[in-house]
């Protein structure tokens, strides 16, 4: 724990925009202006600003869907989170002309609802037509051992040119029709997929859309961010590999979102070159790009080597991708860390044929565990494949989990449920430790902490200096600072018997709860507004003299769409949990209460505001 707060100490010092590589585990400081010269160099190459009204029209037809879905209180609106970009450093030349991937955190929660559907299309379509579409290494090394005559073989490998930005439109339409030949889509279908396309980016306080290929506007996209973006690629995938198909017949060919792979048998160089022109055809009809490598016999797709000269296997990682684990004593819960090990055993073994190239593979594998404080020596053995099991209706309880915490919190959790629901009680089935599960969730990791770390460098040029408007600087309610939001406040009412303090928040500007609290105290009917108001009329009513001091307790962070906490909210939880209960104005029932800063952001206040 002291090294993590050390370490966190150290990132939140360095000066620069910690930005993460593409494809692997590096993490390289850049200077602020060249991060923002990078990022809008990205931005301007596939986006165009736009109105800044463009984002609640979108709203508006996402609140529409979820009202016909009855989930307009559940669900939040478009999350306005700022574009950000990553490092391609496996690419050449990349220290004198650095390439980045620019990637989209805004999205709308209806692509939940898109992508339970885009899912089942998928199976449906997957299984009525015996298309090869990979979801993992695993399909793809079983695919590969069905090879037969691997000497009389070549592979054919390709890779769509930034697949998920170039599906257009048309191209979606076009799969979508494909697959109603298999399966059924309804038009409430189609509408919910084709709202979840709908997108913008957000850099820099504006708002941008992606350029169609004539240079105007276009708010359909399919962005690597969404909540749906894989299941689209999947599908779009399906529909090319129908056309590939029709096309080499006598070819096995596969594909993993952009990645693709083909096996031909006895096939001279020639006819592999012509195949491969005709197989670019194909994709630039449907308006994607590829790059193609033939007559190959070995190729390493995704992170697995295929070897068709000894046909084996073997795994695979970038040249300059250096495996890195979380260590022995890290704070994580300790399941994770017991079972990390065997894990990654688990894992090789099985991307590995025999135990010749585990052999081989395990050395870097079992210097990175070293390197991470465990001692585990790598053995290989089969596996068996895990049973599915039966599924039942299993609620979980997922407290964080920190080491710094001595309270064992699962054991008291699960007293409390054999003390509140005895073998007798009427909701014993409901809740007991078969259906009512426990598992800890893990604290902000070093990458969240590193993008907090970067959201404060990038914002320290747009914060308000303007700190107080008073006219009377000496009556500022909270010395000159009554402008300052997302606060936690404490209020010390000194009255001839002592005093007593109360804790309260405000989203906005200090100086708007200022004046409410005063209304509050002038005016009798609404005396019943706050805890502190009720006190206030209780003094009055008794005529005691007494006096108020406001004063800053801690600055927070403000609820934010699909941020699901409010820093605000607990913070000032923890204040009222840490007061003195003697001198507490606050009820200690307040800890219970719900968000109130959640609610402006759901459908069903955006359809109420637009009724009103």
Known sequence: MKKLSNDVKEINNIPEVLVFADKTTNIYPVPKDTYRKLLKENVTKSYMKTRSSMCSKINEEAAKIARDLDLANKMECFSKKEAFITLKDHKENFANHPKCRLINPAKSEVGKISKIILENINNNVRAATNLTQWRNSAEVIKWFEKCNNANKCSFMQFDVCEFYPSISKSLLTDSINFAKSYCSISKKDVNVIMNARKSLLFSEGDEWMRKRSDGKANLFDVTMGSFDGAEVCELVGLYLLSQIENKFKSASIGLYRDDGLAMFSNVSPANAERAKKELVEIFKQNGLRITVDANLKVVNFLDVTLNLANNTYYPYRKPNDTPLYIHKHSNHPETIIKKLPEMINRRICEISCNENEFEKAKPTYEKALKESGFQHEMVYRQYEKSKRKRQRKIMYFNPPYSKSVKTNIGRLFLQLIEKHFPA????????????????????????????????????????????????????????????????????????????????????????????????????????????????????????????????????????????????????????????????????????????????????????????S
């Open 424 to 611: 007798n009680h009427k909701y014993r089935s409901l809740f007991n430790k078969n259906n009512l599960k426990l598992s800890y969730s893990c604290m902000p990791n070093v990458e969240q902490i590193i993008k907090t770390h970067n959201a404060k460098v990038l914002n320290e040029d747009r914060t308000e200096t303007r700190e107080c408007n008073c006219r009377r600087k000496n009556e500022c309610p909270l010395d000159g600072k009554c402008l300052t939001s997302c606060i936690v406040y404490k209020a010390e009412v000194t009255t001839n018997d002592g005093k007593r303090v109360y804790y309260g928040s405000c989203m906005g500007p200090f100086k708007e709860r200022y004046s409410n609290h005063k209304k509050s105290f002038i005016n009798r009917r609404y005396s019943e507004e706050t805890k502190l108001s009720k006190w206030v009329w209780e003094l009055k009513d008794k005529n005691e003299q007494f006096e108020i001091a406001w004063s800053i307790e801690k600055q927070c962070v403000a609820y934010r769409p699909s941020a699901k906490k409010c820093d605000l909210c607990l913070s000032e939880k923890l204040c009222i949990i840490k007061g003195d209960p003697d001198n507490l104005i606050n009820k200690r029932s307040e800890i219970a209460n719900k968000c109130r800063h959640s609610n402006k952001y759901s459908y069903s206040r955006i359809l109420l505001n637009k009724i």
